[in-house]
């Protein structure tokens, strides 16, 4: 279980901020088209170094992100690795997450719904025969993903954030990717 909080009480999305970022990807569609790339290599073991890379946006090259950000995987001691950090399982729900929260608050802007509070509960259930081949019929990957969310909301009506719960599941990119069939290349460099 992985848990995310919000501790802010600022605003969450500056809703002009998301209006000119509309309006100018409606007006310059390449603007809408954006490349993250990270840079990985193995660090002893199961444990995994990374980086982030250039970003692109509008065939644009961004290089100020290259190497901005480190992130390290393993995988926990029960799963053969040595349990100093983050494993790569958990860093899909961090992604889902951050990326439940920042459309959430976009969503919640665009509304005009208060957010004092976000807080997010997140499984990743996995049947490890698959992965191991014991048993073919086994899904190698993720069961289920589960995301309980917990919004304090002053005002709200339970109807209201219920629908905003349905608009983050139509909306937002991580899940939508997560939930729906995506090409993954893997090639020999």
């Known amino acids: 279980m992985t848990e995310v909080n919000t501790l802010s009480t600022e605003a969450f999305a500056d809703l002009a901020g998301i209006e000119a970022t509309v309006a100018a990807v409606t007006e310059q569609r390449e603007l809408g ?12 073991g199961l444990t995994v170094k990374t980086v982030t890379g250039p970003l692109t946006q509008g065939g644009e090259v961004d290089e100020s992100r290259r190497g901005k950000f480190t992130l390290r995987s393993d995988e926990p001691i029960a799963l053969l690795g040595t349990d100093t950090a983050v494993s790569p399982a958990e860093y899909i729900l961090k992604g889902l997450a951050a990326c439940y929260v920042a459309t959430l608050a976009s969503l919640a802007a665009g509304r005009s719904i208060p957010l004092n509070h976000i807080a997010l509960t997140l499984n990743f259930d996995i049947d490890l025969s ?3 081949g014991i048993d073919n019929s086994v899904r190698k990957g993720a069961q289920q993903i589960t995301v309980d969310v917990q919004i304090d909301s002053p005002g709200t009506s339970r ?3 219920e629908e905003l719960i349905k608009a983050l599941e139509a ?3 991580i899940r939508d990717t997560l939930a729906n069939p995506v090409p993954v290349l893997t090639r020999l460099a």
Do not use: I, Q, R
Request: charged share 20%.
């Open 130 to 132: 698959g992965f191991l």
């Open 159 to 161: 109807e209201d954030l």
């Open 33 to 44: 088209k954006v490349s993250f790339s990270m840079l990985s290599e193995s660090a002893g």
């Open 171 to 173: 909306t937002s990119p």
